[in-house]
Structures are given as structure tokens and as C-alpha cells.
């Protein structure tokens, strides 16, 4: 079992920053990807960026293009935590932001969120304009 914990969220005002933090605790081998989702009132939960793990830390990155240019996806293996760090925040980024572990580690696989295993019970960013 893998239990994933987020933390960092909160309320900001557009053109602010966060940086959320996810950490992830269970046995390593049972995840290749660890993933940040976001869920907006009334919308579907969506793909925001994705981490692959690897023996050493983690490894290459996927960004969802609606946030490139301003969110970074990045990990600290001594801690196993994730972060992502959200810069320039406009009001669209406004929801509740998701951490999940995934098996799989192809980029297709990891837009989506059938192909993650493990959850965290999500945080909520609220971003006024």
C-alpha cells in the first residue's frame, strides 16, 4: 500500500505562487510515476505534470501544456516527496490538487488518471483574480 499526502495548498491572489508538496510513504517498487492531478468545482479531474521514479530519484518530466511555462514538477529522493512548484497562478488554476502513484511510466499512460493506482485526499488551491 502506498499512502501519498499532499500539502501547501491554500488561498492566493493571481500572479502569486505555491509550491505543494506530496509525500509518499510504502514500498517504492510498487510505483513508477508519481503524478499531480487537478479537480475543478463542477469539471473533470485533469492532468497537470507527472515524475517518473527511478533507482536513483526521479527522472524525466511531463507537463500539461495549459500550465507549461509555470508550474515545474520536481522530487527529493531523500525525502520522497514531490513537489510542484505553480508560479504566475491564474483563477483557472483554482481547484482541488490531487497527488497519485502510477505503475506506469509511458507519457500517454500517465495523462491519465485510470492508470494511477494510489490517490492522496487532495488539497485545495483557490486562486482569486
Known amino acids: 500500500q502506498v499512502y501519498l499526502v499532499e500539502s501547501g495548498g491554500g488561498s492566493v491572489q493571481a500572479g502569486d505562487s505555491l509550491r505543494l508538496s506530496c509525500v509518499a510513504s510504502?514500498?517504492?517498487?510498487?510505483?513508477?510515476?508519481l503524478g499531480w492531478f487537478r479537480q475543478a468545482p463542477g469539471k473533470e479531474r485533469e492532468f497537470v505534470a507527472a515524475i517518473s521514479v527511478i533507482s536513483r530519484g526521479y527522472g524525466s518530466t511531463l507537463i500539461t501544456d495549459s500550465v507549461k511555462g509555470r508550474f515545474t514538477i520536481s522530487g527529493d529522493n531523500a525525502k520522497n516527496t514531490v513537489y510542484l512548484e505553480m508560479n504566475s497562478l491564474k483563477s483557472e488554476d483554482t481547484g482541488v490538487y490531487f497527488c497519485?502513484?502510477?505503475?506506469?511510466?509511458?507519457?500517454?499512460?500517465?495523462?491519465?488518471?485510470?492508470?494511477?493506482?494510489?490517490w492522496g485526499q487532495g488539497i485545495q488551491v483557490t486562486v482569486s483574480s
Open positions: 497519485a502513484a502510477s505503475r506506469y511510466s509511458s507519457a500517454s499512460d500517465l495523462r491519465d488518471k485510470r492508470f494511477y493506482n494510489y
Open positions: 510504502g514500498p517504492t517498487w510498487s510505483y513508477a510515476a
